[in-house]
């Protein structure tokens, strides 16, 4: 149990374009769910928490116009990178907390990550 | 954030147990000991966690100081999978999880 699905697993886009980056929890409620950005050879820095049907709170030097998250569902929430560039080129990770149930208490549960290329 | 000290990397050889440490001597009454992995392009996974006593599951065998300022990591046969980014996260209960730099484990055949 406990499974996110994060899509797509890479993506390559022009400098300009905007992309959208799906999280999904597949056998559990989401209440809460997380976005990460990893660089290479370095650690996942916290980019956002999202709560559904509410607005994101966003980490600082996170530009929220930037990154807009929405999570307006139990199962579903998307970080789309508008008007990309080159330095957004990352690996973005999504997260779900889900329900008190089980396991679910005390761990989170992580997607897969999307590989996020600006050319 | 109460915050973990680990080694940078470590290497073992496949089928030898592994004992990743993790220092965190700032730690509260109040903070859970989590370990996760991350493997190449992947997002983290969950491998245990503890709170003060030792805990074992299919995974990994987590053995905490009596004073709880650290911990150790047990993989009891390394494999070549179990190459990845190990992290010790210190975390109270709801909140964010907060990642270090972790620990680079290689495994050798």
């Known amino acids: 149990g406990a499974v996110v699905s994060q899509h797509p697993s890479r993506v390559i886009c022009k400098s300009g374009t905007s992309v959208k980056i799906e999280c999904r929890s597949l056998?559990?409620?989401?209440?809460?769910m997380f976005w990460y950005r990893q660089f290479p050879k370095q650690s996942l820095m916290l980019m956002a928490t999202s709560n559904e049907g509410s607005k994101a709170t966003y980490e600082q030097g996170v530009e929220k116009d930037k990154f807009l998250i929405n999570h307006a569902s139990l199962t579903l929430s998307t970080l789309t990178v508008t008007s990309a560039h080159p330095e957004d080129s990352s690996f973005y990770i999504c997260?779900?907390?889900?329900?008190?149930?089980?396991?679910?208490?005390?761990?989170?549960?992580f997607g897969s990550g999307t590989r996020l290329t600006v050319v | 954030d109460a915050k973990t000290t680990q080694p940078n990397s470590m290497e073992s050889n496949e089928e030898e147990p592994v004992h990743l440490p993790c220092n965190h001597s700032?730690?509260?009454?109040?903070?859970?000991i989590h370990w996760y992995r991350q493997l190449p392009s992947q997002g983290p996974e969950y491998v245990i966690h503890g709170l003060t006593s030792n805990v074992n599951n299919r995974m990994a065998s987590l053995a905490i100081a009596e004073d709880r300022k650290s911990s150790t990591l047990i993989l009891h046969r390394a494999t070549l999978r179990d190459a990845a980014v190990y992290y010790c996260?210190?975390?109270?209960?709801?909140?964010?999880?907060?990642f270090g730099p972790g620990t680079r484990l290689s495994v050798l055949p």
């Open positions: 997260s779900a907390r889900g329900r008190g149930t089980g396991s679910l208490d005390y761990g989170y549960t």
């Open positions: 056998d559990f409620q989401a209440t809460t």
């Open positions: 700032t730690i509260s009454g109040t903070d859970y």
């Open positions: 996260i210190l975390r109270v209960y709801g909140q964010n999880f907060v």
